[in-house]
């Protein structure tokens, strides 16, 4: 079964809250920063997750780290331009429904394949497509959709973690 893992529930929600925060370029405050202390707590999560989480997105360069006392993060695009593709990627790894595809839907055929069946299997081709569909939609879906979020981000108010939790299943 398809099904979006706790740590990328949360991813989604740690972004929402510095998109909601206004902290993205052309948000109202574009210029501050979401400190990982303040999400925790809005999250009701582990600092050292939530820590970690947005660490790995400012490696992957969705996000901007500003180190020091006063130091947090802020989305580096608009929550518009931030699909649910990119940070399920960030989290989970690309799109992989089946062994025998790539995560660009194309067939593996390498060596190292396992399924046994591939050469006759009547079912390859159709989760192709089902891969692609689910590919499309989550490169689709941006993360202001995620976040309830239309025009002006200060004008939203916040989401809490189990109403979000709730959107994605």
């Known amino acids: 079964m398809l099904r979006i893992t706790k740590k990328a529930d949360y991813a989604v929600f740690l972004l929402g ?61 608009t929550p518009h331009d931030i699909t649910l593709g990119a940070i399920l990627a960030v989290v989970d790894g690309p799109l992989n429904l089946v062994d025998c595809l790539r995560p660009d839907g194309s067939l593996d055929t390498s060596s190292d394949h396992h399924c046994s069946l591939i050469a006759f299997c009547p079912t390859k081709n159709p989760m192709r497509v089902v891969h692609e569909r689910i590919g499309k939609l989550f490169a689709q879906i941006t993360l202001a959709e995620m976040c309830g979020l239309s025009g002006c981000p200060a004008t939203v108010a916040p989401l809490a973690a189990s109403s979000l939790a709730g959107s994605l299943r």
């Open 17 to 77: 809250a510095i998109a909601r925060g206004g902290a993205f370029p052309g948000g109202p405050a574009a210029g501050s920063v979401v400190s990982a202390q303040d999400v925790a707590q809005q999250a009701h999560l582990n600092k050292s997750v939530v820590a970690n989480l947005l660490k790995q997105f400012a490696r992957e360069g969705i996000l901007e780290s500003v180190r020091g006392l006063k130091g947090g993060y802020r989305l580096r695009q």
